[in-house]
């Protein structure tokens, strides 16, 4: 079965330090994770995913996260935060296996970002 | 390159009513699947569909039901109504094989009352 948790439902920081939000998945299978943002009023945008490739993984506005099956985490991080990053965010797991079967996306309960300026 | 568009935007209805929901599929992709999102929770998988069959199901009750077309548009229908049905539905669209995620619309906001 297909789980996340994501440590931390609301996290706030001051605008140029760093960011980090804290994923752990479980997955009977390879799993592709992703990370999404979702900004009051909007649909769901893509930061960054990962498919089995690097490891770490670079995604959009400085974001980028870093896949460790050894202690089946993919936390967000990001070196300097600025003040459109406050949003809420989503960690998803994704079993490959499946996609013949209907793939669907697991997501996280979300973690609300704010930055204090 | 066109995004995923939803309507309406945001509608209210009463109990035991029904309620169809539309969604437009970004370009080039073939599977459209739909989430619910209670106030304060992550997305929930409702179904998915593919070649305008159902492809995988959630654990959510046979009143909600869905179709797509072959131009792999969307609508998820709803029926008899329940105060807890009040939510955020999301359509997202992809290629069948999720390998580069999926693209979201922005929602339709449903209340019931």
């Known amino acids: 079965a297909q789980s996340v948790t994501q440590l931390d439902s609301h996290v706030s920081v001051s605008e140029g330090t760093p960011v980090l939000l804290r994923c752990n998945y479980s997955s009977s299978y390879s799993p592709s994770l992703f990370w999404y943002v979702q900004h009051p009023n909007k649909g769901l945008q893509l930061l960054l995913k990962y498919t089995s490739a690097a490891t770490l993984v670079k995604g959009i506005n400085g974001f980028e996260a870093e896949f460790k099956k050894s202690e089946t985490s993919f936390h967000l991080t990001k070196p300097s935060a600025h003040m459109s990053d406050a949003a809420e965010y989503f960690c998803?797991?994704?079993?490959?296996?499946?996609?013949?079967?209907?793939?669907?996306?697991?997501f996280g309960t979300g973690t609300s970002l704010t930055v204090i300026p | 390159e066109t995004g995923v568009t939803q309507s309406p935007t945001h509608l209210i209805k009463t109990r035991g009513q029904q309620v169809t929901l539309r969604c437009s599929s970004q370009?080039?992709?073939?599977?459209v699947s739909w989430y619910q999102q209670a106030l304060g929770q992550g997305p929930q998988f409702i179904f998915q569909?593919?070649?305008?069959?159902?492809?995988g199901r959630g654990n959510f009750p046979p009143r909600f039901s869905g179709l797509q077309f072959p131009n792999y548009s969307s609508e998820l229908n709803v029926n008899a109504l329940e105060l807890d049905d009040s939510a955020l539905y999301l359509c997202?669209?992809?290629?069948?094989?999720?390998?580069?995620?999926?693209?979201f619309g922005s929602g339709t906001r449903l209340t019931v009352v």
């Open positions: 370009s080039g992709h073939n599977t």
């Open positions: 997202a669209s992809s290629l069948r094989d999720l390998l580069y995620g999926y693209t």
């Open positions: 998803v797991v994704s079993d490959r296996s499946k996609m013949n079967t209907g793939n669907q996306f697991y």
């Open positions: 569909y593919y070649r305008e069959e159902e492809n």
